[in-house]
């Protein structure tokens, strides 16, 4: 089944890439960054969705920043569209998000933590948007069919699946490559979350850690074995990042790891 985002196709020959911040900063950060991608990914002949999240509801501490929250935060995600001319991405964390989300952003994203909260899930297909669901770390790929029957059923067939690694023991993430023909067997395309898969979920006690350099090798593994997008956050200045520092890709090293995944694709493809 192919998912087709704008003018971005999910489940085609040519593998998109969802990519951003992690959280909205500024308004002219997000404008800032949202240009710079636009021209690596037009350069590539990349589809791309530029992602950041108006809220990080999920941070390890309670005094970590969130973002600017969902009223400036979509007025932000506004104007990138408008200016930059890109789709848009955005996570929502309860169903009275979903449909103001959805005003804005072309996919609304169900954060891993969430993704058997039907009350929300219901809410985000109700606005017909596409919806892309990262799998909980503690979800097994086979039983990803449960969350998008809830949202299928709720009358939406516009539906993305995310792997992001797996919990493996305490503070660290795995990723199985077989989750990607698994998830497959939904039929949906299948994203791959290059960034997160390289977190260490709460290993530095007030926030997470993360092994930056793996992130090329675990989206090598991804590519080759077949999935259809690619996730990865970035940002132009990543030990400054206000959130997921440790596992942010820096924008000046994208375009180059993007390419080499295009050829590992097309070989692939071939």
């Known amino acids: 089944m192919t998912i087709t985002v704008e003018s971005v196709v999910f489940g085609a020959d040519v593998?998109?890439?969802i990519a951003g911040p992690c959280v909205i900063e500024s308004r002219d950060h997000s404008l800032k960054?949202?240009?710079?991608?636009?021209?690596?990914f037009s350069?590539?002949?990349?589809?791309?969705?530029?992602?950041?999240?108006?809220d990080k509801a999920?941070?390890?501490?309670?005094?970590?920043?969130?973002?600017p929250g969902i009223d400036e935060g979509l007025q932000i995600l506004a104007e990138v569209k408008n200016e930059i001319d890109v789709p848009i991405l955005t996570d929502i964390h309860t169903p009275d998000q979903a449909k103001p989300a959805s005003e804005v952003a072309d996919v609304l994203q169900i954060p891993a933590f969430l993704c058997r909260q039907t009350d929300l899930l219901v809410a985000a297909a109700e606005t017909g948007k596409c919806i892309n669901?990262?799998?909980?770390?503690?979800?097994?790929?086979?039983?990803v069919t449960a969350i998008t029957e809830k949202i299928e059923n709720?009358?939406?067939?516009?539906?993305?699946?995310?792997?992001?690694g797996a919990s493996f023991g305490y503070n660290n993430l795995v990723s199985d490559m077989r989750s990607m023909a698994i998830i497959k067997e939904t039929g949906y395309p299948v994203v791959f979350d290059a960034t997160h898969s390289a977190q260490r979920p709460s290993a530095q006690g007030d926030h997470s850690g993360g092994d930056r350099e793996m992130i090329p090798l675990l989206a090598r593994a991804a590519v080759a074995a077949g999935c259809d997008a690619l996730f990865m956050e970035v940002h132009d200045n990543v030990d400054g990042a206000r959130s997921d520092a440790a596992t942010q890709w820096?924008?000046?090293?994208t375009e180059e790891l993007i390419s080499s995944l295009v050829r590992i694709r097309e070989a692939v493809s071939s």
Request: aromatic share 8%; proline share 7%; glycine share 8%.
């Open 33 to 40: 960054m949202a240009a710079a991608l636009n021209e690596i």
């Open 43 to 54: 350069r590539l002949a990349v589809p791309f969705i530029f992602k950041s999240s108006f």
């Open 58 to 67: 999920n941070r390890t501490a309670g005094d970590s920043f969130r973002g």
């Open 133 to 143: 669901v990262k799998k909980g770390q503690f979800v097994a790929p086979g039983d």
């Open 15 to 17: 593998m998109p890439v």
């Open 250 to 253: 820096p924008l000046e090293r």
């Open 154 to 164: 709720a009358g939406n067939r516009q539906i993305l699946v995310t792997e992001r």
